[in-house]
């Protein structure tokens, strides 16, 4: 008999078949409006689902050096974790308006062009949720669970890859000078990522860190839009 999967990845399993069929409406509509930038973007989210979805679906099945770590899934508590994860964003945010924690601040890239168009759809509602669940979910799983890795070694190697992904969406996207755009979005996701498997690891859960990144992106999406206004 196959053993129940937990309620808290069930759940999670749920999140990450509707972000599939939302993604699909998203390259189906919005493409027409914002054309191939869009649409290979598109394309990258199905593939980072794509990845992520075989490890949710048989976590139990893959060899794990720490046999008692489980994934990260939707607790019954989600909407604790979900403001707890806003509550980090709000400090963070503070925090790099305050010396001698200001340079935080220098190095977030330009963000008004992700103010306006269907690119928003992404930035506030695709983006924090696919992306925690392919980094923050998957492979920081991977790391720490399947391969043994301890955090402080887990934690940089995952958001080495979690801000390789941001430079090539900043520097595609936005209209800064390359070399602040690639350097602004590499520091920032990396620091930012570090902070949300900080907090996916102390609640133990994945909800957590979608409320960081969302705050993260609706305080960028916040300033691009005041700028415009």
Do not use: C
Not at 3 to 13: A, G, Q, T, W
Not at 29 to 55: D, N, R, S
Not at 69 to 82: A, N, P, S, T
């Amino acid at each position: 008999m196959a053993k129940e999967i937990p309620k808290e990845r069930s759940r999670l399993i749920k999140i990450t078949l509707v972000s599939f069929l939302l993604l699909g409406f998203f390259l189906i509509v919005l493409t027409v409006e914002k054309g191939q930038i869009t649409f290979t973007t598109g394309l990258i989210y199905i593939a980072l689902i794509l990845l992520t979805l075989p490890v949710i679906l048989f976590w139990e099945k893959i060899p794990k050096k720490r046999k008692n770590f489980q994934l990260y899934g939707i607790q019954d508590d989600w909407f604790l974790d979900l403001m707890v994860g806003l509550a980090v964003a709000g400090g963070f945010l503070v925090v790099r308006n305050i010396l001698p924690f200001s340079f935080l601040g220098w190095v977030i890239p330009d963000t008004t062009p992700l103010a306006t168009g269907p690119q928003v759809a992404t930035v506030l509602g695709i983006a924090p949720i696919v992306e925690e669940l392919f980094f923050r979910v998957m492979f920081f799983a991977v790391l720490y669970g399947v391969l043994g890795l301890p955090f402080w070694i887990a934690s940089p190697i995952n958001n080495i890859g979690f801000s390789s992904y941001h430079v090539i969406a900043y520097a595609n996207e936005l209209a800064l000078d390359p070399i602040i755009s690639v350097s602004g979005a590499f520091i920032t996701a990396g620091l930012a990522g570090m902070v949300m498997d900080g907090v996916n690891y102390w609640r133990g859960s994945a909800t957590t860190s979608w409320g960081t990144h969302f705050g993260f992106k609706f305080s960028s999406w916040l300033s691009g839009a005041l700028t415009l206004g």
